[in-house]
């Protein structure tokens, strides 16, 4: 946080005397021309926490006002689809939807979506649902890529209607826990409590602010939106509670950088509930480093076991008996030779592959993020297959984005065509290209990160240690003799 956003900051979460003296101290050191966009987030609160002392400031009382109009504009639009959803499968609203909908002012922040919670063996027909209510999900991908690639490596996805409705249909709560992990924790925390709106199942104060900390820091740096929602709902949470909770979602980390945040800005001033969780951290890390094992030790599934269901796979069981071997590139070629590729032929020009659509990537992908023009690999394997014509030579070209290789969490991949080795390519460069003889009618790329991270690590890193390449564009083009 700079100085300016600082100030904003005590405004919202100090107490009333610090909050006006910070501030008057923004209003004169800051043109609201230039404004930060955390005043967006952060005008609400302090319009109540000034209002708390018989202060109002008409530019402060104006951005609660467009909160709240702008809020209940967007909530008109999407409740009849959010009331029938309840009805229909049992929804919980989540983040700002739920805390806006139960005791928090819809002056407070704007409420960009409306995220919910769904139990994971409704998703297809809640998918149907949306889209029968004219819907569409986030990137136009279709339901078998949603169903067999998306619903196993990510926790939630967008469905919206043009300007109107957008809806975060969530299965997961952290991404990094399986989705029968996430169920479980949520049905023995969700609690029944009456609204405005008429939902009735939410979730604990404290599985709320855990969840609310974790997103909090994956948002990145300079996304300030989701702390003042984190310090006033700390007011209603059991610390001893909220501590076991982020120990037992592996969120310690995510939680610690927020309240280390909070304590910089805040002080003293702030909140003792999150100051007691801290306490209570350092605690059991202090008892774990002395080697006394902790009460109710629990063990977390690693992720890639759902990972490996992924679309694209022509020889699941092949490919699965060939990674439990070792993945030894002599049995690979015979195996390639004698069964064909282990991934499914892309569907596509052969020159031009577009790798922005899903189904035509399957074994060891990510799916593209909203906004990217590259898809990640994932470790230790991704695969892809194009069809041929035997005994032609063929150009192949491939190129990774420039920016997010530099910073890529692997310091280099080997590249293999049918299961042969062609090269080793480190950062040095981001366009590769190879001429190979196509001995049957299929090139099957595969790409394997040198080393890999930690993925199954606290949820902080888990999305960004299981990223190995990203790639932008792949083809192979008939090489032409002259």
């Known amino acids: 946080m700079d100085a300016a956003e600082r100030l904003i900051t005590i405004a919202a979460l100090g107490n009333p005397i610090s909050a006006s003296a910070a501030w008057d101290e923004w209003k004169k050191t800051n043109p609201l021309s230039l404004a930060s966009p955390i005043l967006i987030w952060a005008g609400g609160y302090i319009h109540n ?47 700002s939807f739920s805390l806006s909908t139960q005791e928090f002012a819809w002056g407070f922040r704007p409420v960009a979506d409306f995220d919910f919670y769904s139990n994971p063996k409704q998703i297809s027909d809640i998918w149907d649902y949306l889209c029968n209510s004219n819907l569409e999900a986030l990137m136009g991908i279709s339901k078998p890529y949603f169903l067999k690639k998306i619903l196993h490596l990510r926790g939630s996805w967008n469905f919206k209607e043009i300007d109107k409705i957008d809806l975060d249909l969530h299965w997961r709560l952290f991404d990094h826990l399986s989705i029968e992990q996430n169920l479980e924790i949520l049905e023995r925390e969700a609690i029944i409590r009456n609204s405005e709106l008429g939902f009735a199942k939410f979730l604990s104060p404290e599985l709320d602010l855990v969840l609310l900390a974790n997103h909090f820091i994956l948002q990145g740096e300079n996304r300030f939106n989701g702390i003042f929602d984190i310090f006033h709902q700390a007011k209603n949470i059991d610390a001893s509670k909220t501590t076991c909770l982020l120990l037992e979602t592996k969120t310690t980390n995510s939680f610690r950088a927020t309240f280390n945040v909070l304590e910089d800005v805040l002080g003293d001033q702030n909140n003792p509930q999150l100051v007691e969780v801290n306490r209570l951290l350092q605690k059991n890390n202090s008892i774990s480093m002395l080697g006394i094992p902790k009460k109710n030790p629990r063990y977390f599934k690693p992720v890639d076991k759902e990972s490996s269901r992924v679309m694209g796979q022509r020889h699941p069981n092949l490919y699965k008996f060939w990674t439990l071997l070792g993945r030894h590139a002599s049995l690979e070629k015979l195996m390639i030779r004698a069964f064909g590729p282990f991934s499914e032929i892309a569907d596509g020009k052969l020159a031009d592959l577009n790798l922005l659509i899903g189904e035509n990537v399957g074994i060891g992908w990510h799916y593209q993020y909203p906004g990217n023009n590259f898809i990640w690999t994932h470790t230790p394997d991704a695969r892809i297959a194009l069809k041929t014509t035997a005994k032609l030579s063929y150009q192949i070209e491939l190129e990774l984005d420039e920016e997010f290789w530099t910073i890529a969490p692997v310091s280099g991949f080997e590249f293999f065509v049918n299961g042969h080795f062609l090269e080793t390519c480190l950062k040095d460069r981001f366009e590769f290209n190879w001429v190979v003889k196509s001995p049957r009618n299929f090139l099957e790329f595969s790409i394997r990160p040198i080393e890999s991270c930690d993925f199954r690590q606290e949820g902080l890193d888990f999305n960004w240690h299981r990223m190995s390449v990203p790639v932008r564009s792949i083809s192979a083009k008939v090489r032409e003799i002259k």
């Open 49 to 95: 926490n000034l209002k708390s002392m018989g202060r109002t400031d008409p530019y402060l009382a104006g951005i609660s006002r467009h909160n709240l109009i702008s809020n209940n504009l967007r909530l008109l639009s999407a409740l009849p689809i959010l009331k029938s959803l309840d009805e229909e499968f049992g929804i919980v609203p989540l983040k």
